[in-house]
């Protein structure tokens, strides 16, 4: 058995391209029998990575105390940035996108606002990321595809320009009429946070109506919506949960109250998600849903692919003599019960490589890892076992895991300029749901289509194809040669998935262009162990706010932690890891707010 004293440079396989030099972060697919440490971090996504930079640069660890491990052997969780042969830009099977407005995420990859010229921003971390604006299209020129009508996105827009109402093929209630999908979502949230006496008098300021029927402007900040939400009480006498707590209520369930079955599809569908109208926790669907799918939203992605973020972390903390990211090591259990009297848990991985069991001993665990991840270690051990820990298995099961699979697609020109579309997203109501054109290799002009968006009910529909042996098979092309293509056979989509998707892009477009094959795919399923869902959604009747403090300590008198995505308030989104692992960090390593993080910016409860 062999024994790295040091962490190896192990680069990941995306090193060999010019353009992954801030990813070649040095990897140990080895072990250390009997290492000890002082803080052992399981799960190497965007909130391991953060927690272990912050407690090596706040200098509460020197870095050999503070490791991290992690099943996989590469980093970033649920972000993966690609380049496909043939092309000289990045293309996302993950996170793809990041709000302005969140802090953390935004001040990572731009820097910190100076405070002698607020004009110029001074670099957090050291890698090179380059923010440029996630484009999002023309409505003029995006398709909508429902109930096989084709129209743009901007139709209800221009409809109501002219004072009329966009018909549909959808049998809305008179008083929906000509709303667009985002209106009627604002509508919903407008009708019911007015309904409630509290809120109209203490924030009808901020939540105000606009001279046309259809606008309606939310100015709520995190902290209001805060207050609001475990006290917004659903107030229509003739509905069936008149008087219960919206928080308590599943999102289907109150959309149905309010604009009936057939609205609900109309924004199921027109909304582009599935797993926005699922019966998720009413109170937290409302703020998510005006706060990033309404218009105004600023998105921004990185220049070097999204997952750059993570990389850029994680080579902070590698800067640090004694860092370690141990890749291929798969946590089994933990147990207090050993013979190291000097510290308190015993961690049990399983070494991929060698399929051998190594121990290593800790005084802190922080499992920075979602949900299924959790649900596969031993659930027998002391901190799981639900005879000893029952509120900790309720509060796990708190949140839903979303299904999400995505299909990259190399096409040899970009067709779908022939309809004078650049960027952004077509949205169906077809299997596929959505597809976003990413952008054209300026010399080859080779381009790249996320084809497929797939979630929640689609999933069943994908996963029949996506089980079928015969792969697609990759064809040479401009500055893609068969020998690069067929690295990548393990990422194709099935033969049956691809022609079953161009089928759908061809209705979902039209006959007034002609859409060629495809000449390579990457197909990724984050349904896949270890990961389970691509997203969460907090399940309705679950006091967030309690359920998230709560997990970042679970118990008392242990010295276990878990953070990340799935347990916060933004999920689906970097700086919700970000966010619950500073606040874990703050509470319970004894760290304060980064110099670089403005005071006045709330990171939730």
């Given amino acids: 058995m062999t024994m790295f004293m040091y962490c190896l440079n192990v680069y990941p396989k995306t090193a060999i391209n010019h353009k992954t030099m801030n990813k070649n972060t040095p990897l140990n697919s080895g072990i250390q029998p009997d290492l000890k440490i002082e803080t052992a971090i399981i799960g190497a996504g965007t909130s391991g990575l953060y927690t272990a930079y912050r407690l090596v640069t706040d200098k509460k660890y020197t870095a050999d105390q503070v490791q991290i491990f992690d099943l996989s052997s590469k980093l970033g969780g649920r972000l993966e940035s690609v380049i496909m042969p043939g092309m000289d830009f990045w293309g996302e099977l993950g996170g793809m996108r990041y709000l302005t407005s969140q802090e953390i995420v935004t001040t990572l990859i731009e820097g910190y606002i100076s405070p002698k010229d607020p004009k110029k921003r001074i670099p957090v971390l050291k890698d090179k990321m380059t923010p440029v604006p996630f484009p999002m299209g023309k409505s003029s020129k995006l398709l909508m595809y429902l109930r096989k009508e084709r129209f743009k996105q901007d139709a209800w827009d221009e409809a109501q320009k002219k004072g009329k109402k966009l018909p549909t093929r959808y049998y809305l209630n008179e008083t929906d009429l000509g709303f667009s999908s985002d209106q009627l979502f604002n509508k919903i949230i407008y009708d019911v946070l007015m309904a409630d006496p509290w809120v109209a008098k203490k924030y009808q300021k901020k939540i105000k109506k606009g001279h046309n029927v259809y606008d309606y402007t939310f100015e709520l900040t995190s902290e209001d919506w805060d207050e609001i939400k475990p006290r917004l009480v659903y107030n229509f006498p003739k509905s069936p949960y008149d008087k219960r707590k919206v928080n308590d209520l599943g999102f289907w369930n109150l959309i149905k109250d309010q604009v009936s079955q057939e609205g609900y599809e109309f924004l199921a569908n027109a909304g582009g998600y599935y797993s926005n109208t699922i019966n998720w926790n009413s109170a937290e669907a409302f703020p998510y849903m005006v706060g990033d799918f309404t218009a105004g939203t600023i998105y921004k992605t990185i220049e070097e692919g999204y997952d750059s973020i993570a990389y850029a972390v994680a080579n902070s903390y590698m800067e640090h003599k004694g860092a370690c990211i141990w890749s291929e090591n798969k946590l089994e259990t933990f147990t207090k019960e050993h013979s190291v009297k000097t510290h308190k848990y015993q961690l049990t991985f399983l070494n991929i490589k060698t399929n051998s069991k190594w121990h290593v001993y800790a005084n802190s665990i922080v499992l920075a890892m979602p949900r299924k991840s959790l649900e596969l270690l031993d659930q027998n051990n002391f901190f799981f076992n639900v005879n000893e820990n029952s509120v900790l298995n309720e509060n796990i099961r708190s949140v839903i895991m979303e299904p999400a699979f ?49 979630d929640m009910e689609t999933e069943t529909f994908w996963k029949a194809l996506s089980d079928d042996k015969v792969l697609f098979e990759v064809k040479a092309a401009k500055s893609a040669s068969l020998k690069e293509l067929h690295q990548l056979n393990d990422v194709q989509a099935t033969k049956l998935m691809v022609d079953e998707l161009m089928n759908q892009l061809r209705e979902l477009h039209g006959k007034d262009v002609t859409i060629p094959e495809p000449y390579v795919t990457y197909f990724k399923d984050w349904t896949d162990e270890p990961f389970g869902a691509g997203y969460h959604a907090w399940k309705a009747g679950f006091s967030v706010g309690d359920v998230m403090k709560y997990m970042r300590k679970p118990k008392h008198d242990e010295q276990i932690h878990i953070c990340g995505e799935a347990y916060s308030d933004q999920q689906g989104w970097v700086e919700g890891a970000f966010c619950e692992a500073e606040k874990m960090l703050q509470d319970y390593f004894g760290l304060k707010r980064p110099f670089w993080l403005p005071d006045n910016y709330y990171l939730g409860w």
């Fill in 406 to 454: 995505k299909i990259l697609m190399g096409f040899e020109y970009p067709w779908w300029k022939e309809l004078g579309i650049d960027s952004g997203h077509s949205i169906t109501d077809l299997p596929m749901r959505q597809c976003y054109y990413f952008g054209t290799d300026k010399k080859t002009k080779n381009s790249m289509l996320l084809g497929s968006y797939g």
